[in-house]
């Protein structure tokens, strides 16, 4: 339910906003990736998940935080494959003014109607979102 809040608050608002006031480049995602490195003291993954701002150092293309990067930004796999993710689409979009991902997922403008979003996330998991609720009638 808080998660809906802020996106409600921080995305859907003020993007309608922008596209009242007649902007159409608008992009929204959600961030998700929570595979950090666990140890047996600490469930890192659990405890911080993919929280504020930490993919910043993805978009930067290099770990941050000093000593307790190497368990927020382990070097694996899953954390290559958010870097280039990150740095596609914002490199894209500050090249291009559209953000572009490394595996084509076309990236559809933010719409008020039809508020999708990508949810960006290593492997299978990045995808196009519809935050739309969906709602079936019974006959």
Do not use: C
Request: net charge negative; glycine share 6%; hydrophobic share 40%.
């Amino acid at each position: 339910m808080r998660s809906r809040g802020w996106k409600l608050s921080a995305v859907d608002v003020p993007l309608s906003a922008m596209q009242s006031a007649g902007y159409t480049e608008l992009y929204a995602y959600r961030y998700d990736w929570d595979e950090q490195a666990d140890n047996y003291l600490v469930p890192f993954s659990t405890i911080l998940g993919a929280t504020h701002a930490s993919e910043i150092a993805f978009i930067m293309g290099a770990p941050m935080f000093g000593e307790i990067g190497d368990y927020m930004y382990p070097d694996t796999e899953s954390a290559r494959e958010m870097t280039e993710v990150m740095m596609s689409a914002w490199g894209s979009f500050a090249r291009e003014g559209a953000p572009r991902l490394p595996n084509e997922i076309d990236w559809p403008r933010y719409k008020a109607s039809q508020p999708a979003f990508m949810t960006l996330d290593s492997d299978d998991a990045l995808a196009l979102s519809d935050d739309v609720p969906h709602t079936s009638h019974a006959p």
